[in-house]
């Protein structure tokens, strides 16, 4: 049997979006956001917790693997995929996760059509992918504030400065 955190993982977009049929007749809001979420610290924490007090259901599109490295490098990420996946589906903020393997997600976007597509303030609202379909759809886009200091760029700096780069 399934633990509740791996449940809430889900990999067929078929499946999900029937699952947002559902959700549309119990007239539950969706929020939407995406990342890498590699080493998942306080600022990751903060801005979920922002995005799913937004809305009934907060589902979190997950970059594979294979996209992070496109989009990152070969160094990244330093956590697999299913490890990111499970360490998201254990908050309780976070009610589904579902992988795209994509560059973006706008094909995830385009399919589920949030109700709120949120994403952190670093991003102009021009940049971010999706939100002329959410918006075409009667959704809003909002950006939330990241937390100063806390990212996964400065958590790996703190790491080799304290441990070298060995």
């Known amino acids: 049997m399934a633990d509740v955190a791996t449940a809430k ?3 067929d977009w078929s499946f999900l979006l029937k699952q947002r049929e559902s959700w549309k007749q119990a007239d539950l809001s969706v929020v939407f956001t995406n990342g890498v979420f590699d080493i998942l610290h306080r600022g990751h924490l903060d801005y979920l917790l922002k995005a799913r007090n937004l809305g009934d259901l907060l589902i979190v599109g997950l970059n594979t693997d294979a996209s992070v490295k496109r989009l990152k490098g070969e ?18 903020q976070v009610d589904i996760v579902t ?21 952190g303030a670093d991003y102009q609202e021009a ?12 959704g809003q886009v909002v950006r939330i504030a990241l937390t100063t200091g806390k990212s996964t760029t400065n958590l790996i ?8 780069a060995a």
């Open 9 to 11: 993982i889900i990999t």
């Open 157 to 164: 700096e703190t790491i080799l400065k304290r441990y070298g």
């Open 75 to 92: 160094k990244r990420p330093l956590a697999i995929e299913e490890d990111r996946a499970f360490a998201l589906s254990c908050l309780r």
């Open 99 to 119: 992988f795209f393997d994509q560059d973006t997600p706008e094909q995830l976007i385009e399919a589920l059509l949030p109700d709120i597509l949120v994403k």
């Open 127 to 138: 940049e971010i992918v999706g939100a002329d379909v959410v918006r075409k759809h009667g």
